[in-house]
């Protein structure tokens, strides 16, 4: 494994900050590490990359313990902190050639140029890193991450800041990159973690709460009620619908559409068409609702939530 995290615990005071997590990442694999703002994300990367140390527990980076081998660990590592520090006086070139010396490349400036090429930072390679905006600023702190060519990325936050074309610009760089590195990144932007990722480790309150499959955490954690959609031209009776086998309750929104809860969706859909076609009613609209990486993110880290997201079939 390229990442493993072993019963990891780190207090702060008189608050445990991780308690007892456990998780592994193996080469080639896209790793999406999510948790609410305190959840422990940003202190777990800490400690796999050596900036902070642990209380309990190992961090063993490419079969390397982080706390015994920080120097050898750190050279199969690329950080891209959530927090990018960088020089505002220096030119990205130089701020990069500063980076490959403090590794001892002796490649250095075809290696600045291949990951300038990389992350897209030519239109503003000759500027100081100052009058970069926060989305090319980020693009030089990935570019740092990749000089010294990692086996294993972790990434906090590696889209913050950038508008929704340089998104699905390092949307990309990461999954080719995933071809042949381990990456473990955290986001708030759940949509980015849907696309990348088939993967998701969650945390909160220190606490490993989900380490699955996408598919499966979304089946695992769906709700036994879901919820149909549906908008004739006509407007049918409401105890028409309610009397649906497998439907547990009809709602009539404003919009003119019938919300109908059911945990049976296929079957109730199946009778809404062939209750169209008996009555010879128009369906408009016919939706099921399907559950998001959002929806499950928020059920397992507040439970109170009920939020489901639309999807047409």
Known sequence: MSIEVRDLVKIYGEQKALDSISFTVGK??????LGPNGAGKSTTMKI????IGQDGGQAIVCGLSVGEYPLAAKKKIGYLPEANPLYPDMYVREYLDFIADTHHLTDKKARIEAVITLVGLTPESKKRLGQLSKGYRQRVGLAAALL????VLILDEPTSGLDPNQIIEIRDVIKKLGKAK????????????????????????GKLVADSQLSLLRAQNDSLTGTIRVAF????????????????????LSDGQWELRTSSPDRVKKQLMELALQNNWNIIT??????????VFRQLTNPTSTVTTNTSH
């Open 28 to 33: 080639g694999e896209i790793v999406g590490f």
């Open 182 to 205: 381990t990456i473990l990144f955290s986001s708030h932007i759940l949509q980015e973690v849907e696309a990348l990722c088939d993967r998701v480790i969650i945390i909160n309150k």
């Open 48 to 51: 796999l990359t050596g900036y």
């Open 286 to 295: 016919l939706q099921s609702e399907t559950r998001s990486l959002e929806d």
């Open 233 to 252: 031209r006509e407007l049918p009776e409401a105890a028409v619908l309610e009397g649906l086998e497998g439907v547990q309750g009809v709602t009539h």
């Open 148 to 151: 010294h060519e990692p086996e």
